[in-house]
């Protein structure tokens, strides 16, 4: 069977109580905590720093913690999120003009380097990249704001990465951003994601062992 990942988004945690409300979605079966960073200037919204990652940290949070940097530029925060904490460091391919160099930085400061990829960004960044990243998000939604709907035609993105991944002998995952749930998850997955960013499916749901459960049973289907 495959080795699939679910990542809740703390974007649609509840920032009132975030230390507890991120404990019980681990408790509840979480792989990896996604941490969006957006700066009101590449997105059109604001969300938080490596201080709320640093915070979560000191609470005890443990799991890995994905960064997507929605920012630019990104280098000092690249250095800021590793200093803290970050165990994956993603950022989109447009918002650095040295893209090989901020790749390299995030692996010298110990974190798994990874891009990201908007719904019409084209793949091409990937040619003389993949002997060096560990990760690529495609953005299944236009990135800024949480609970959109998912994008059908990422489908065939998907299916593309995959095979760019599978001609390669490197252990590279495929995440996949925005708007999943419960009724896209399983053909997310057919199409070559190994691991899934969710964020309101998961944390408006009324019971996250639930919510997770089920994800899980439907991805043991594929």
């Given at each position: 069977m495959k080795h699939f990942l679910i990542a809740p988004s703390i974007l649609s945690?509840?920032?009132?109580?975030?230390?507890?409300?991120?404990?019980?979605?681990?408790?509840?079966?979480?792989?990896?905590?996604?941490?969006?960073?957006?700066d009101n200037h590449y997105v059109p919204n604001l969300s938080m720093?490596?201080?709320v990652l640093k915070s979560l940290r000191e609470y005890g949070i443990n799991i890995p913690i994905d960064v997507h940097l929605m920012t630019k530029p990104i280098d000092q925060l690249i250095l800021d999120f590793a200093s803290?904490?970050?165990?994956?460091?993603?950022?989109?391919?447009?918002t650095?003009?040295?893209?090989?160099?901020?790749?390299e930085l995030i692996k010298e400061h110990g974190c798994k380097a990874g891009l990201v990829f908007n719904p019409s960004t084209t793949l091409n960044y990937l040619e003389y990249l993949m002997d060096k990243i560990d990760l690529i998000v495609l953005m299944a939604v236009n990135p800024g704001f949480s609970g959109q709907?998912?994008?059908?035609t990422i489908l065939k993105k998907i299916c593309k990465t995959r095979k760019l991944?599978?001609?390669?002998?490197?252990?590279?995952?495929?995440?996949?951003?925005g708007g999943i749930n419960t009724?896209?998850?399983y053909e997310i997955s057919k199409a070559g994601a190994n691991l899934f960013v969710i964020g309101s499916a998961i944390f408006k749901a009324p019971n996250?062992?639930?919510i997770i459960n089920t994800l899980r049973c439907i991805l043991s289907k594929t």
């Open positions: 945690a509840n920032f009132s109580k975030l230390g507890e409300d991120v404990t019980n979605v681990i408790s509840a079966g979480a792989d990896i905590l996604h941490f969006d960073v957006m720093g490596s201080m803290v904490g970050a165990d994956y460091i993603s950022f989109h391919p447009e650095t003009e040295h893209i090989d160099r901020s790749v709907v998912f994008i059908p991944i599978d001609n390669v002998n490197r252990n590279i995952d495929l995440s996949v951003d009724s896209n998850i996250y062992h639930k």
